[in-house]
């Protein structure tokens, strides 16, 4: 099962899925078909990656039981991801509006979601 997913460069993904029973993120070589835990850098919930050209990473969560979804910025890939916004997602925006669509713009210059 994959989730969600984005390429780092043109032969290695991101994704949130499971492998051998095992949910989290995992980077991907889709040449080799090789793979890395990385839940451990990232966290433990699913979410929507996004990658720069340059190989930062955006993410947010799902809505946790009090409605908050939290954004992170993963910078390199062996120290851990910052959380850069807790953001209250009220019960109205169920369903599709409850993700936070992230657009990454030049060199991480800016961030919309």
Not at 44 to 52: A, V
Not at 61 to 72: A, C
Not at 73 to 99: C, D, H, M, V
Request: net charge negative; with cysteine.
């Amino acid at each position: 099962m994959v989730s969600h997913y984005c390429f780092i460069n043109d032969s290695t993904l991101l994704a949130y899925g499971s492998i051998s029973g095992e949910n989290g993120f995992y980077i991907v070589d889709i040449t080799t078909m090789s793979h890395e835990k990385v839940t451990e850098s990232l966290n433990d919930r699913d979410g929507h990656p996004t990658c720069s050209t340059d190989g930062v990473v955006a993410f947010d969560t799902y809505p946790d039981g009090s409605r908050h979804q939290e954004l992170y910025l993963w910078r390199n890939r062996k120290a851990q991801a910052n959380k850069i916004a807790t953001l209250y997602a009220p019960l109205s925006f169920r369903g599709s509006a409850e993700q936070i669509y992230i657009l990454v713009l030049v060199l991480m210059k800016y961030l919309c979601f």
